[in-house]
């Protein structure tokens, strides 16, 4: 089992703000430690952006680049592991949260 945790960070719209003051990166770990102390069958990978997470296309291509690699590598796992019946063995759930939620 793998929990892909994806993390990142957007401009504030106070310029002078810091972009990592309203990251996500540093509950990912918490969330990984939990994980790791409550269900240690699970393997954790963590995928973090640095910036630009509140525009469209600049999220497109942070998944492009950086998460469906991560799965693609996770499928060719399963597949190599299992043969023809892979699709048995690979589930993706999608979970989605920003602002106070995602903190």
Known sequence: ???L????SGQPRDTNADPDANSTHCTSYLVERFVQLCYADIRVVHVSSTGGMFRYDDNLGFVQREVLPVIERERAAVVA?????????LNITLSLADGAPAR
């Open 1 to 3: 089992k793998v929990l």
């Open 81 to 89: 592991a299992h043969g023809e019946e892979w699709p048995r063995y």
């Open 5 to 8: 945790l994806v993390s990142g």
